[in-house]
Every structure is written in structure tokens, then in C-alpha cells.
């Protein structure tokens, strides 16, 4: 089956149907809402000799980057049961300790020279074949803060924005969107993927076509923050992060402050990224992005010092702790997915 996303307005349509047709939850919309998780592990290898030690599976002593995307595989179907209807990807992942400082670790899909990387490639081409199948959008981060210093200079960087799109047109894929880098403001080393700068290369996406169509694309700013003008003027949709954001009312206000930004008009705003959850009580930070329609991404770095989160390699990519099953039941809950 292939899959095609598209957004008119502020909706996103699956196949040109607006997604969770007809649902309200709690009196607020939630048909044309894009609920996902942050799954960016999902190629994650190591080619650092040094630290690949770290991410050993307890039950064979070895690290397999083979093994970690047919896991995540098997795990897609549920997932989607739940109402899911997509995921974040990068081409170089996300710190695979849920949260670090030093990234001593090299995973990347991209190169020095901004060519791509052929196993990387292999494995996301696997699972956006398969998200496809099931009904599914990826969206693919190009650059990671912890690993975008590996790439040489900024040609490299433009090389591997044409080469990462290329590739998607190459393989005819329709359930992809773009998000360039994670968290622009964070610590980047090329100032083309900063936030004064960084819609240079959305442009660079969005002016790359094959047969008049083209990808939809936006970038995504740090916990708390609100896109800047630039972003939100070049942006075919808004990516936003709860990271830090304890209160729900805060992620009430960011949502409307986003829509205030100049150059606003109405395009999709998406959480893609949030590490709070309480998802027993009655606000939350899932349910007050929702109130204000704004799609909600479920972001676990783990519990327990941080194993069995969604990001700490090696990931259980099944719902196998509490937090991960309270996750899926309210999406379901908001969905009303009991497929």
C-alpha cells in the first residue's frame, strides 16, 4: 500500500482523507492532527570502537544495529493500533543515553562529505516501506546537535540536504516530511543549521522537485521555545518541544504564541518532542496541546536512570513499561483507535 500525507490549511490528510475523521475528545478537535512519538533510535548504529561497548544488549553481550530495526519493526503495528499515526526518525539519531552532554559516540547516516551512508540508508528504508504499508508518516530529521560536527563544512551540509531529499524522491516515498534539524537553537556547529540561518536550507528542501511535487518541511527549536519569524514564514507546518515544560497552561500559551508569530498563517503546529507525561491526570501536557489543536509527541528517554525509554539504546521497542502503556492507552483514548 503506498501512503500519502498532505496538509491543507492547518490539517494533515492521510491518502486525502483528513486524519481521525469526525473525532472530538473533551469538545476539541482532533480530526486533522498528526499524533506521533520520538522513535529516533530506530537506525541508531555506533562506529566508534570505543563507546560502542555501551550499547551491548544484556541478553548477547554485543551490540546490532540489525537486531535494534527489526525490533522496531515488529513494534510499528502497535503503535498504529493505538492511534499513532506517525514518528520522528533522524539520520543521526538523538543522544542514545536519553539525555547527555559529551557525545563521544559516532551515529550518523551522513558522512564528512554529506554523502549518505548505505546501511543507515538500509534500515530507513525498511521502515518507511513499512510505515507506509501500515498507513504511517515519517518525520525525518536530517541533522542531530550531538553528531552534525562530523560533517566537514557547509557545503557538506547543503550536499547532504540534497542528497537525504534526493534519496526520498529516488525510492518514490509520499509518507515522508522533513524536519531539517532537531532543535536548531541547541548547539550546533554549522551556522546554516542555526536559527538565523536555518530556513536557508528549508528553502533548499522545499526548491528541490520531481515532477512538481515536493516534500513538506520545518525545523524544530529546543523546550519551551517558540519558532522564530524566519522559520514560521518558510515552514510548511511548526515544530515545537515540551522538554522542560512542566506546566500544561505553559504549553497552552506556546501554541498561541506560536500563532501570534509573524508570517503566521494557518499551517499544522506539531510537538514532536515532550518528556512529561502524567498522563492519568486531567490536563496534561498531551491534552492541552490537543485543546488548542496542536499535535503531541510522546518523548521517553527512559525510566529507572534512564533504561527502557524510547531513546536509550539498546530500545525495547515494545510497550513494555508502565509510562509507555499509559502513553498509548490515552492516544487511544484520543483517537479512538481500537483497531
Not at 492547518?10 to 492532527?33: C, H, M, S
Request: hydrophobic residues 35%; glycine residues 8%.
Amino acid at each position: 500500500m503506498k501512503t500519502a500525507v498532505s496538509i491543507i490549511d492547518d490539517a494533515f490528510y492521510i491518502n486525502g482523507e483528513i486524519t481521525y475523521p469526525g473525532r472530538f475528545y473533551q469538545g476539541n478537535k482532533v480530526e486533522g492532527l498528526l499524533l506521533n512519538t520520538r522513535m529516533v533510535q530506530g537506525i541508531f548504529d555506533d562506529r566508534n570502537p570505543e563507546t560502542i561497548h555501551l550499547w551491548e544488549y544484556p541478553d548477547t553481550g554485543e551490540w546490532d544495529p540489525e537486531r535494534n530495526t527489526r525490533e522496531f519493526l515488529s513494534a510499528m503495528p502497535t503503535w498504529r493500533a493505538h492511534g499513532v499515526l506517525a514518528f520522528t526518525l533522524n539520520l543521526q539519531g538523538g543522544s542514545p543515553e536519553g539525555y547527555s552532554k559529551a557525545q563521544p559516540w559516532h551515529n550518523s547516516g551522513i558522512e564528512a562529505d554529506g554523502s549518505l551512508n548505505a546501511d543507515y540508508l538500509s534500515r530507513l528504508e525498511r521502515i518507511i516501506d513499512f510505515a507506509g504499508a501500515l498507513g504511517m508518516v515519517v518525520i525525518l530529521g536530517y541533522f542531530y546537535f550531538g553528531q552534525d560536527q562530523r560533517i566537514t563544512d557547509e557545503n557538506a551540509v547543503k550536499k547532504a540536504v540534497d542528497n537525504a531529499t534526493g534519496w526520498l524522491f529516488d525510492k518514490g516515498y509520499t509518507n515522508v516530511i522533513i524536519e531539517v534539524n532537531n532543535e536548531c537553537n541547541v548547539r550546533y556547529s554549522h551556522e546554516i543549521l542555526q536559527p538565523e540561518r536555518v530556513h536557508e536550507l528549508i528553502e533548499r528542501v522545499k526548491a528541490t522537485t520531481h515532477n512538481g511535487n515536493r516534500f513538506l518541511v520545518g525545523t524544530s527549536y529546543g523546550g519551551g521555545r517558540v519558532p522564530l519569524e524566519n522559520v514560521v514564514r518558510s515552514s510548511d507546518f511548526l515544530l515545537i518541544h515540551g522538554n522542560g515544560v512542566s506546566d500544561p497552561n505553559r504549553i497552552i500559551e506556546m501554541v498561541q504564541q506560536t500563532r501570534e508569530v509573524p508570517g503566521y498563517r494557518p499551517i499544522p503546529i506539531l510537538f514532536n518532542e515532550d518528556d512529561h507525561f502524567d498522563f492519568d491526570k486531567p490536563l496534561n501536557n498531551f491534552v492541552a496541546a490537543v485543546s488548542q489543536y496542536a499535535s503531541w509527541g510522546y518523548f521517553d528517554p527512559g525510566e529507572n536512570d534512564y533504561c527502557n525509554g524510547y531513546q536509550s539504546v539498546p530500545v525495547q521497542w515494545q510497550l513494555n513499561t508502565p509510562r509507555k502503556r499509559t502513553f498509548f492507552q490515552k492516544a487511544r483514548d484520543i483517537t479512538g483507535c481500537h483497531s
